[in-house]
Every structure is written in structure tokens, then in C-alpha cells.
């Protein structure tokens, strides 16, 4: 039962350097969303995709892009870090919208920009 | 817009104490409610919901009943234990929408 994975766990990187965060679910999810959580500030939206080949933006998604090439990934870019980037990334995919479709989680990223 | 508003933590109780974290919402329309938890290290995981009024979600000794009248969905435990310990979050999604909609959290620690 893998659910949704997401790679690295970890990762610091220096200002202006790039990376890719790659989420994967293996159930079959038509919907997948990255949020970043900051203290006091609870989870926000980045960007969100509701099927494959689909994106749109969240609530904060200047300095991230994201691409859903194939249904199981989504995959969200820093072309550019920068020190307020420094968070946690969570990923999430749900079967479809709505109340009988809770979100389910990975165990997040913990991203350091220095 | 549609939001979230949990109380303030971190909350710290003992063993058996029992717990209220509050919640209320705004929302266009008739909103799903939820109750995650996010146990140190992990992500977030469904702990609870309730998709109408007056309906009421419950799960490992934890409930909220989902009440219109005052827009609030306050979670309850009649007895917490050390493992509860968690970070809680309140949050809604509108049922013709693509997105949820978290507060900020509520860390509980529970001391033996």
C-alpha cells in the first residue's frame, strides 16, 4: 500500500539553484495538489492538477512550476530557490472533488534554501 | 472566499482530560468538512468528515458534528491519550470544487 510517495525527503539547496520534487500515487487519483506548509500559516495551495496533462494555480504559485505528464506523477519545479521557499512540501491526490473524496497525503518534503 | 478557523494551540493536557479544538468556517453554499492529523514526521491523514448539516463524523474516540446555525465543526475526544499527540487540522471543500481549504492547525501534546 504505497499510497503517495514523494521524493527526496530532504533536501538544501543554495539560492538560485533549481530542483524537482516528484510525487507519485498509485491509486489510480484523477486529482493531485502540492501545498507548502509554513509555521502559523497551516498548508497553501501551490498548484493543482485535475487529470493528466492538466495544471492550474493554487493560492502561492509565483516561483514553482509543476507538469502532469503521466496520471500517477506531478511533478513540482523551483527553476530559481530562494530563501523564502524554505518549507515543507506536502503532495496529495484524491479520486474526485467533493465530499466523498478526502485527500490523501505523502510524508512531505522538507526543503532548506540557504 | 470560502476559509478556515481552528483555535490557536499549542494545547498540552493530560492523559484522560478531554479536548475541544475549535473550528468554524466560512463557505458559499453547503461545504464537506474534514478533520486531518499529522503525526510528527508524517503527512496529513483523514481523521474524520461530515458532508451535511447536523451530520456527525467520528473516528478512534474523536467526533465533530457539523453545525449550519453556527458554522463551526469543533472536534471532540471525551478521553485523550499519549498517543494523540498531533498536530490537528480543520478544513472544508466546496462540493462543486477543486479545492480544500485548511486552518492553520492545533498541536496537542498529551503528557501521561
Known amino acids: 500500500n504505497a499510497g503517495v510517495t514523494q521524493t527526496p525527503k530532504f533536501r538544501v539547496l543554495k539560492t538560485g539553484q533549481s530542483m524537482t520534487l516528484l510525487c507519485a500515487q498509485d491509486m489510480n487519483h484523477e486529482y493531485m495538489y502540492w501545498y507548502r506548509q509554513d509555521p502559523g500559516m497551516g498548508l497553501r495551495l501551490i498548484h493543482y492538477?485535475?487529470?493528466?496533462?492538466?495544471?492550474a494555480k493554487g493560492e502561492v504559485p509565483d516561483g514553482y512550476n509543476v507538469s502532469r505528464l503521466k496520471k500517477q506523477n506531478f511533478l513540482l519545479g523551483l527553476e530559481s530557490a530562494a530563501p523564502s521557499q524554505t518549507s515543507v512540501y506536502f503532495c496529495?491526490?484524491?479520486?474526485?472533488?467533493?465530499?466523498?473524496?478526502?485527500?490523501?497525503f505523502g510524508n512531505g518534503t522538507r526543503l532548506t534554501v540557504t | 472566499g470560502d476559509s478556515v478557523t481552528q483555535m490557536e494551540g499549542p494545547v498540552t493536557l493530560s492523559e484522560e482530560a478531554f479536548l475541544t479544538i475549535n473550528c468554524t468556517y466560512t463557505a458559499t453554499g453547503y461545504p464537506s468538512l474534514f478533520w486531518y492529523v499529522q503525526y510528527p514526521g508524517e503527512g496529513l491523514q483523514l481523521l474524520l468528515k461530515?458532508?451535511?448539516?447536523?451530520d456527525k463524523g467520528s473516528n478512534k474516540g474523536f467526533e465533530a458534528t457539523y453545525r449550519k446555525e453556527t458554522t463551526s465543526f469543533h472536534l471532540e475526544k471525551g478521553s485523550v491519550q499519549v498517543s494523540d499527540s498531533a498536530v490537528y487540522f480543520c478544513a472544508l471543500t466546496a462540493n462543486t470544487g477543486n479545492q480544500f481549504y485548511f486552518g492553520t492547525g492545533t498541536s496537542l501534546t498529551v503528557i501521561p
Open positions: 461530515a458532508t451535511k448539516a447536523d
Open positions: 492538477s485535475v487529470g493528466e496533462g492538466t495544471t
Open positions: 496529495a491526490s484524491s479520486y474526485s472533488t467533493g465530499y466523498n473524496s478526502p485527500l490523501h
